[in-house]
């Protein structure tokens, strides 16, 4: 049975627990794992690591990077998450749980910066390079064995080593036959993990698992399954077709295919953005629309920022609030022609906005770009709107003075209302 350390990257047909050649006991030995090609790359909480790297002195802290007490965690170290701390959760309840933490505001642009550091490592194993998040992606290495001298296995186990020498931070690794599978994988053994899972082994490994451990199944789908008598993959896998259709529609074969394992979707470097957003959290809650108005046009122009730089325009506007009960209310609309003007994005929400500010006081306002059109086909004007391209112009002006003085060098009036927490 072949079996590789992961610290040396010594391997061999044989099984071996503790490295011949180097003594480590982190080793990987499975019959698999050197015919294996897909796998799912998924750094260790990424933005706490970066900033644990660019500040030794909380390495022994627990760390959660997210904004104030109001907003949400948006990431913890394994310090923290050991006393209950997790992503996306209310920075007053990760507080409570875990009171000594060194709470750090979220720095994107360095998160993104060693983001693309990563995947450029990525994109040096295999052309097959699937971003999923800006720390997370899909590999797919059939064929470049011969390229890099060594199984898929092997040069993946070379990259985790390179990341951490080189940009200072760990990635877990999960190699399977499928994306679901390596996707699985790469959860079962984090932080700076390595974990296998064969085509043959998959069904079996995943029966006695909850069905809420599929990827796409959330609380709510979980629920509804466990009423309908379902709370084992197995139990799921063992549904044919027909009777999945039958009993929860279109998407029920599908269901019960991931349930035994099977994903034939294959790793598309070209996967397009399908939306780009932008939202903040008040650190107090807003009900009066006047007010509400002040974040959505820096959230509008935000968004115009973000489109730029994906080479991208709105061809439709979504509006997301959440209540003070964390609520989540959403309106959509389409735009006469694509946009990435930030007056064009806040024309199109604030009727949306006046029509749910109705004394409901909201912790969080929110935009997004959906769907997406290229950048060509943004504000070139028409009968309808002559002026569309100067006013492009005249935003293209304002981000070269930003961009050269800072984003306060121009700022609009209905930008400065007080209480910024974005």
Known sequence: MPSLCRDCLHHAAQPFGRCPACGSRRTVTHPDLFHLTVAHVDCDA??????????????????????GKRGVVAAACYLARTRG????????????????????????????????????????????????????????????????????????????RQVEKEVGVTVSIGLAANRLMAKL?????????????????????????????????????AKRLQGAGFSTLGQLAALSPREAMQRFGEDGP??????????????????????????????????????????????CEKLARRLKEKDLAAAGVTLKLKTASFATRTRATRLPQPTRLPDVLFAAARP???????????RL??????????????????LADPEA?????????????RARFGDDAVVKGRGLKKGRSE
């Not at 082994?201 to 809420?212: D, I, M, T």
């Not at 949306?352 to 909201?362: R, Y």
């Open 365 to 382: 306002i929110g935009i997004g770009a959906q769907p997406l059109a290229p950048a060509a086909e943004a504000d070139r004007g028409d």
């Open 352 to 362: 949306m906005l006046a029509k749910e500010a109705d004394g409901t006081a909201f």
């Open 254 to 299: 599908s269901l019960a295919a991931r349930a035994r394992g099977e994903d034939d979707r294959p790793v598309n470097p070209d996967r397009e953005t399908k939306s780009i957003s932008a939202e903040t959290t008040f650190e107090a809650d807003i009900a009066a629309r006047e007010a509400l108005e002040a974040p959505l046009w820096r959230m």
């Open 85 to 160: 701390v997790r992503s996306a959760m209310p920075m007053f309840k990760a507080l409570a749980a875990c009171p000594d933490a060194v709470v750090i505001k979220p720095e994107m642009a360095k998160y993104v910066r060693e983001g693309r550091r990563i995947r450029a490592l990525m994109e040096a194993l295999t052309p097959l390079v699937q971003p999923l998040s800006i720390d997370e992606a899909v590999l797919d290495l059939t064929g470049t064995e011969a390229l890099h001298g060594a199984p898929p296995s092997v040069v993946l186990a070379r990259f985790a």
């Open 389 to 401: 391209p100067k006013r492009a112009a005249r935003w293209a002006a304002v981000e070269a003075l």
């Open 46 to 67: 990424f933005y706490a690591s970066v900033e644990k790297r660019d500040r030794p002195e909380l390495l022994t802290k627990p760390v959660i990077v997210g904004g």
């Open 185 to 221: 994988a790469a959860e079962r053994d984090k932080p700076r993990g390595f974990a296998v899972i064969g085509a043959d082994e998959a069904a079996g490994w995943l029966a006695p698992q909850p069905v809420s451990l599929l990827p796409g199944v959330g609380p709510a789908m």
